[in-house]
Nanobody, 115 residues
């Protein structure tokens, strides 16, 4: 079992920054992928950015150049630094953990960007 707890969401003006954190607890496999997805009202959940245990990131085109994903394996934590935020980034952001056998999601943290 893996438990994920997100933090760092909030309300920010357009152009501002936020940093999300996701701490994992439980039994993690050494080879895994952690990342962030988001879901805006009335829309499907979508990929934002993921990073594997080797540190290789992958971003959605909509956030490239603005968001940076990183992880600290010793702290079992994945981060999402979000800069130059836009109103269209408003969504609930979810942390996801996957390995070759399992998938887990966090409960989500709200990010609201005002214009």
């Amino acid at each position: 079992q893996v438990h994920l707890v997100e933090s760092g969401g909030g309300l920010v003006q357009a152009g501002g920054s936020l940093r999300l954190s996701c701490v994992a607890s439980g039994t993690l496999f050494s080879v895994n992928t952690m990342g962030w997805y988001r879901q805006a009202p009335g829309k499907q959940r979508e990929l934002v950015a993921v990073v594997n245990s080797g540190g290789n990131p992958n971003y959605d085109d909509s956030v490239k150049g603005r968001f940076t994903i990183s992880r600290d394996n010793a702290k079992r934590t994945v981060y999402l630094q979000m800069n130059s935020l836009k109103p269209e980034d408003t969504a609930v952001y979810y942390c996801r953990y996957t390995d070759r056998l399992r998938e887990y999601w966090g409960q989500g943290t709200q990010v609201t960007v005002s214009s």
